[in-house]
């Protein structure tokens, strides 16, 4: 992947333990944790996965990496904070977003993201 001057993305679902990321992660440019399983949308946010998050934050900074992290599933404006705070920088939020109006949806989740510009 690398070789072709492509991005390295490593996805890992619910039930898959961040463990299985330590000898492979200094390959990657980004983790994607799963917050639902996947499949369909509109599924509620598995709270374990703010655990997940943080321990692959841990992990990417103890090794010193610039690493994206993105959460995918269940995100919504009641918490997208814990999920930022938790060291997501990369956030999925379908239905929250395009389960009504659109636009005021979206500009919601941008006033909340501008709480956390660095």
Do not use: W
């Not at 944790?33 to 949308?41: K, L, W």
């Not at 009641?78 to 500009?107: H, L, P, Q, R, T």
């Amino acid at each position: 992947i690398k070789k072709a001057g492509m991005k390295a993305g490593i996805t890992l679902n619910p039930h898959t333990p961040v463990a299985m990321l330590e000898d492979i992660i200094t390959d990657a440019d980004m983790i994607l944790i799963m917050s639902v399983n996947p499949g369909f949308g509109g599924q509620s946010f598995i709270p374990s996965a703010l655990r997940k998050v943080a321990e692959v934050r841990k992990m990417a900074d103890d090794r010193g990496l610039e690493l994206n992290i993105e959460v995918d599933g269940g995100v919504n404006l009641k918490n997208v904070g814990d999920v930022i705070e938790a060291g997501a920088n990369v956030i999925v939020a379908g239905s929250a977003v395009f389960g009504g109006d659109a636009y005021e949806n979206s500009c919601s989740f941008l006033k909340v993201f501008e709480k956390y510009e660095a």
